[in-house]
Nanobody, 118 residues
Framework: QVQLVESGGGLVQAGGSLRLSCAAS???????MGWFRQAPGKEREFVAA???????VYADSVKGRFTISRDSAKNTVYLQMNSLKPEDTAVYYC?????????????WGQGAQVTVSS
């Protein structure tokens, strides 16, 4: 069983930055990892993903503002969020899957609240 633990959420003003961390119980170079978010009253949506080989993909809504990265020595994946907007307010979830992470990942973290005030 893959365990994922997020940290780094919080409250920030619009235009500010936050960095989320996701510590995994497995080698992060052995599994595809990603970030999703769910805003109140909305469905969970894909944010960003990094594959085993290091390939990266972003949702259009965060492209140019968010950066996903991986520290394999620490088995940790990060989501650096810059130029935050109120519409980025959501619970952010780390996810992982050995096959494909963008659609229905098997493993999920507990979530981290990110609130962006206007």
């Amino acid at each position: 069983q893959v365990q994922l633990v997020e940290s780094g959420g919080g409250l920030v003003q619009a235009g500010g930055s936050l960095r989320l961390s996701c510590a995994a119980s497995v080698y992060t170079y052995s599994i595809h990892m990603g970030w999703f978010r769910q805003a109140p009253g909305k469905e969970r949506e894909f944010v960003a993903a990094i594959s085993r080989s290091g390939g990266i993909v972003y949702a259009d809504s965060v492209k140019g503002r968010f950066t996903i990265s991986r520290d394999s020595a620490k088995n940790t994946v990060y989501l650096q969020m810059n130029s935050l907007k109120p519409e980025d307010t959501a619970v952010y979830y780390c996810a992982a899957d050995y096959v494909e992470v963008r659609t229905t990942p098997q493993h999920w973290g507990q979530g981290a609240q990110v609130t962006v005030s206007s």
